[in-house]
Every structure is written in C-alpha cells, then in structure tokens.
C-alpha cells in the first residue's frame, strides 16, 4: 500500500500525519526523523486495526502541486 505522507516544519520541529489514516503521526527533529518515523507509525497503526478487526483504509488522498504567479 502506498498512503500520503504530509510533512510539516513547526517552530522546532517537523510534524507528519497521513490523512486516510486519522491518528497516525509522527514528530522529529528533521524531515528524514520524520519519514522515518511516520513509517514506523504506518506499520503500528495497521497492525493495530488488524488486531482489533477494523478493516484497513485504502488509500484515497492525491497530491499535487499548483503554481500561483504572484501579484506585481
């Protein structure tokens, strides 16, 4: 399975989240901490709907990128 990761710099540190998942997040120090992280966080939290018989959220969540000229 491949879930969205967002990853987001907060005052001292990076926060990740994945949004088909709701809970499922991670802090670290830095992006590669957080990557880290958030995938270790993904494997528990499945494991742990698994174990209590909650089916396993497919992945929904699209990302892209929009460029916006600026305003003169």
Do not use: F, N, W
Request: charged fraction near 20%; include cysteine.
């Amino acid at each position: 399975m491949r879930y969205i990761v967002i990853i987001e710099k907060g005052s001292t540190s990076y926060g990740a989240y994945v949004p088909d998942l709701p809970g499922c997040v991670a802090v670290g120090e830095s992006v590669e901490e957080a990557q880290t992280l958030i995938a270790e966080a993904i494997v528990l939290h499945l494991e742990s709907l698994r174990e209590s018989g909650e089916s396993i959220p497919q992945p929904r969540s699209q990302s892209t990128y929009i460029d916006i000229p600026l305003a003169a």
